[in-house]
């Protein structure tokens, strides 16, 4: 009898050409699905909760497939970290209702971010944040990072080429935190345009650089002219935390007062 296998997925991004298969190219839900297809001599169609481009990060990103085979679930988390390559883990397996799909049952997600605000940079943490040699105005960016909340049409905050035609989407939520020099944001909505936190990052990482003020994020966003944002920050600085499908879990994860250190993380 067929099931549907749900797996949260951890993974290091930097070796991958992002989450989705592309002809000729190492990509997660590739080597995932190869792994599986090498193990139970089966094909599956492996759906995630989204993309992650090349050299972004997953604490938990989120996949489903649907199989007939007899194993289960935390045996076949066993199974598959005992083949995958080390930069990849699976973390949690369920099997959930036919319904249920990663992407569109998906309420919304949490992604971090990770700025490293050092004239030097660390060879530790190269591919876990954007180096930023230059001095931020930590205050400044707190500040800005208000005007994002809310709903709003972000159209000026997505890149070309994305084929999304409604571009209003929710901030629930954004928090700033900084340790020494490891500033970190965290940003939880109802979805995300095409490289929209990257984006918001680099606009704040502009804020703190006194290239943007605080006050003019509203204006911004109203204008929807992408030529007004701040930059479009590294892919290396962004983790997708979490995927959600229920709203009290957002509103479990929104009312934290702190966020996760990197150390923490790793």
Not at 170 to 191: F, H, P, R, S, W
Request: glycine content about 8%; some cysteine; hydrophobic content about 35%.
């Amino acid at each position: 009898m067929e099931k549907n296998y749900k797996l949260t997925i951890a993974y290091k991004g930097t070796d991958y050409s992002g989450w989705q298969v592309q002809p000729q190219l190492k990509t997660v839900q590739g080597v995932v699905k190869e792994t599986f297809k090498s193990m139970f001599k089966s094909e599956i169609r492996l759906m995630g909760s989204g993309r992650t481009d090349a050299g972004v990060h997953a604490l938990g990103q989120v996949a489903n497939f649907k199989s007939e085979i007899s194993i289960p679930p935390e045996k076949l988390v066993q199974a598959l970290n005992s083949n995958l390559p080390r930069d990849i883990r699976i973390k949690e397996c369920c099997i959930m209702d036919d319904e249920f799909h990663s992407r569109f049952s998906a309420v919304g997600k949490t992604y971090l971010y990770y700025i490293y605000n050092s004239r030097v940079g660390s060879p530790f943490l190269k591919d876990y944040s954007y180096l930023i040699p230059y001095r931020l105005d930590f205050h400044k960016m707190e500040k800005a990072a208000e005007g994002f909340k809310g709903e709003h049409d972000f159209f000026g905050f997505m890149s070309t080429g994305s084929p999304v035609k409604d571009t209003v989407r929710t901030i629930y939520d954004i928090k700033l935190q900084k340790q020494n020099d490891m500033i970190a944001m965290e940003v939880t909505g109802n979805g995300f345009l095409y490289n929209m936190v990257r984006i918001i990052a680099g606009t704040l990482i502009d804020v703190g650089r006194e290239k943007i003020h605080a006050e003019d994020i509203g204006k911004i966003i109203d204008s929807k002219d992408r030529s007004r944002g701040g930059h479009t920050a590294k892919a290396n600085g962004l983790f997708l935390k979490k995927v959600y499908y229920s709203e009290d879990e957002i509103l479990k994860c929104t009312s934290k007062k702190t966020l996760d250190t990197l150390g923490a993380l790793l």
